[in-house]
């Protein structure tokens, strides 16, 4: 392993550049490897064996291509296989849950809301979690199916995305939740939106920066931080149609980046 390789990430599209943004931000030498598994998108109706047959592909993809860290930048691919995939590959893997913790400990009505896919939220690391974390807080769950996708679309101020916002948070704020946690790494994109939605009085929790801050002191643990201080490189691939997503780069990310068909 070189320290000049980089870190890898993969979602099934857009959501886990959020993710992709804080490391950026905290890692400005290191290498980013970003993989959008588009042709099977969305994950949140996948079944834990498909998904964990794509976690092996495009894991070896990024290792193949100089991967030092693979972070599986998905709330779905996470909870439904990520033991299975680090038991299988002994580059260090970092996966995204729904911040369950957080949310539970900054409570004070002890009523929290998940906004995460379907799989997700049915999930035995998802029961775990709440097992875990959730003692004496409720937590009132909603599925979102179709939003990951509408916010590939990157139409976030649609009517469509409002009405679909609305739709899933009005009965999380009827259960009168005063915390939200974004379950998916695609709602990140529009946290501005669910906040706006939910009201001054809800507090909206992602997980972004502490598995940023995860991948800083796994590669610092580990011996792996770039030693270089230059400004890393941004290489992106997709196995979906490549001009939707250089838009969807130059949009989220900005213009002039490595952008490549899988
Ligand atoms: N962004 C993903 C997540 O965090 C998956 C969304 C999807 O493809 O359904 O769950």
Redo the contacts with the bound molecule.
Sequence with gaps: MTNSSGIGLF???I??LSIARKVRELLPSENILYVADSLH????DKADSFLLARMRAITEFLVSHGAKVVVVA???ATTSAIAELRSQYSVPIIG?EPGIKPAALRSRTGVIGVLA?PR?LETNAFFSLAERYASGVKIEVQSCPDL?AQIESLSFDSDRTIALLKRYISPLLEKRVDTIILG???YNHVSHLIAELAGPDVAIVNTATAVANEVVRRLTTEGLLAVNNGVGSDDFWTNGALDVYRNQIEQLWGQGKNIFQL
């Design positions: 979602d099934s599209g959501g886990g998108a969305p994950y949140g998905c709330n779905t995204v896919t997700t990951a998916c790494t695609h």
